[in-house]
Structure formats: structure tokens, C-alpha cells
């Protein structure tokens, strides 16, 4: 049995400070993932701070023309919300490819963004793993991995980060707002996640006393060509092999702009600047698509077991963008892949 306090924020400022005062402390909202983690003994907070009750659960316009999203939004809540449908549909698409409904009508926005890998070995406390205990070693590269990372591993770890709503919000270049005893400040979605490099045990750049209060979004939202496409072992409930969130730009048969990120390859969504460069004033056809997919793929790395996800991940790449480009997106309700 973990043994760990208590108590429940009036207000955001109590809970930056009480955080403040304890160091070992979680913040916890939905929980969906925090709690799994103290069940299997890889987390153990001194403390669990409940923000679960502050005034962060508003969806709204920004003056720019963009959207504010509270980080205690549910994901259904956010899902189906009727400017993210009509306005940032790649959103919506992620949001419902993930879980289950019953998780998602519990999971925040902001535990969402911050969920830790399921690499199975981070879980096993028993074996050796540098995101659980830096220095240990990292089990996944000599053992079975085969959900594991093909591109921005080190010899750290090869996790890969698990969220399908961080890929959308990747291609629509969030930002995220976070608040702590320095005060608040604004981060890049580029610049939230990190590659494990030599130091696996940080998942992002957030700080461990400040709490992730808002995402916003800009007004670009690719609303008439884009897609989620998701690959994975199974049509329920299941995290990716291998996802792919895009959002096109067209002028007649040739991309105008284009974006595209890469989820269950990394240990964060998976963007490149040059391939995504690449399609501009290009052909929207395989051609075009298949030259992007491999400037993506062109350091990838694939371990035993993983091998395989370089090709799928082509593919995928190549596949997204033609949907995209066609204006039919994947359906997330059948899951047939178009």
C-alpha cells in the first residue's frame, strides 16, 4: 500500500504554492493514468493535489480568432465540442481514436498531454528501465519491443509517447500555458515533449512545480483537408503502431501548405520541417507523398521486434496524405481504414 496525502485546490494559486511546499506531490484530475501508474508501484507521490475542481473547463475563443482550451476539458467534452468539429476536425479525429469512451469522458486535456509511455517495461518494476530509474538501463532495447520507438531513440530508452491528441496538436502548432511559483509562462508545442537523449526520466520541458492551465490553438485549423489515421493491433481501445495526423493546404492539385506529425514512433509526436517542405507547390499524388514519407523515414532506426514499423509508418505517411488531399478523412466511428 502506497501511503500518500490529500487535499483539494480552491483555487490555482493554492495549488502552485501547496505544490511548492511538497515537493514529492502530483497534481490529479481525471486521473486515468496517474492512478494506474501508483497501482503498478511506478509512481509514488507524497501527496496528490486535486485540481479536478478549478475554473479550468471552458472551451473559448481567443480575440485572434483561435481557441482556448481550459486543461480540465474532457476529452469527449473537447471531441464533440462544435467549434473543435467544425473548425479543428484533425482534433476531434485524434481526441475519439484514443480509449475508450468511458476514459474519455474522465481524462483532462492536461493529463492527456502529459500521460507517460506504456512501454511495457516502465510499468514492470521489476525490471531495469532509465525512465523509472535513471541509470538502470533500458530493458526495451534487448527485449521485446515492438511498440517501441524507430526514430529520436537514444541508447536511454526507445519509448514512445502514447497520446493520439498530442499528434493533431502537433500539426496545429499548439501552444500550451502553464503557471508556477515564477509565474506563468507560454511553451511551443514543439518545444513541450522531449527525446529521451541521456535523460530519459523527463518526458517534458514542464517543470515539476508548475501546472499546464490552457492550450491554445491558432486560427489555422485545416478544417476541409485533413485526417487521423491510426494503425494498431486491434480497432478498440489500443494505442498505436503507428499514427499520422495531417492537415493540407490545397490550390487546385497542388499543395499550398502542408503538415503532417507522426505518433507511436517517438518518445514525442514526430514532425520534420523538411518533408513537410517538400510538398509545398508540389502535385497532391502519390508521388509527391511517397518522397515526403521517406525524407521522414531516411534515419529511422528499427530494433528486433520493431522492424516492421519502418515500412508501415511509410505507408501510413503516404496514405494520410492522400486522404487529406481527397478530402475523405478517416471515419473514427467504423475505423475502416479509407
Not at 148 to 165: F, K, R, T
Not at 303 to 310: A, L, M, V, W, Y
Request: with cysteine; net charge positive; glycine share 8%.
Amino acid at each position: 500500500m502506497i501511503s500518500f496525502q490529500y487535499s483539494r485546490a480552491n483555487n490555482i494559486a493554492e495549488a502552485v504554492r501547496v505544490m511548492a511546499d511538497n515537493p514529492g506531490a502530483k497534481f490529479i484530475a481525471g486521473g486515468t493514468n496517474l492512478v494506474d501508474l501508483m497501482k503498478m508501484d511506478v509512481e509514488r507521490p507524497t501527496k496528490l493535489i486535486d485540481v479536478s475542481k478549478l475554473p479550468l473547463d471552458k472551451v473559448e475563443e481567443t480575440t485572434g480568432g483561435g481557441l482556448r482550451i481550459g486543461a480540465l476539458v474532457r476529452n469527449s467534452d473537447l471531441a464533440y465540442h462544435p467549434l473543435v468539429e467544425r473548425r479543428y476536425p484533425v482534433l476531434s479525429s485524434a481526441l475519439l481514436a484514443g480509449a475508450s469512451q468511458q476514459l474519455r469522458n474522465m481524462a483532462s486535456v492536461g493529463g492527456n498531454l502529459l500521460q507517460r509511455t506504456r512501454c511495457p517495461y516502465f510499468y514492470d518494476v521489476a525490471t531495469s528501465c532509465n525512465k523509472r530509474e535513471a541509470g538502470s538501463g533500458c530493458s526495451a532495447v534487448g527485449g521485446l519491443n515492438r511498440m517501441n520507438a524507430i526514430l529520436g531513440a537514444s541508447d536511454s530508452c526507445i519509448a514512445v509517447h502514447p497520446s493520439d491528441m498530442c499528434v493533431a496538436l502537433a500539426v496545429l502548432e499548439a501552444k500550451i500555458y502553464v503557471i508556477g511559483p515564477r509565474g506563468e509562462r507560454v511553451i511551443a508545442f514543439a518545444d513541450f515533449h522531449r527525446l529521451p537523449e541521456d535523460m530519459p526520466q523527463r518526458d517534458n520541458n514542464l517543470n515539476m512545480d508548475e501546472l499546464v492551465t490552457a492550450i491554445e490553438l491558432p486560427p489555422q485549423g485545416f478544417a476541409a483537408n485533413y485526417t487521423y489515421l491510426k494503425v494498431r493491433d486491434r480497432l478498440s481501445y489500443a494505442f498505436a503502431l503507428v499514427s499520422v495526423a495531417v492537415g493540407l493546404e490545397l490550390d487546385g492539385g497542388r499543395v499550398k501548405e502542408a503538415r503532417f506529425a507522426l505518433g507511436g514512433v517517438a518518445h514525442k509526436p514526430w514532425r520534420n520541417a523538411q518533408a513537410e517542405a517538400v510538398l509545398s507547390d508540389r502535385p497532391a499524388n502519390e508521388a509527391t507523398f511517397t518522397h515526403a514519407a521517406d525524407l521522414v523515414l531516411r534515419e529511422a532506426k528499427g530494433f528486433e521486434h520493431n522492424t516492421f514499423k519502418i515500412e508501415l509508418a511509410r505507408r501510413a505517411i503516404v496514405r494520410a496524405l492522400s486522404q487529406a488531399a481527397r478530402g475523405t478523412s478517416q471515419s473514427q466511428s467504423n475505423k475502416k481504414i479509407a
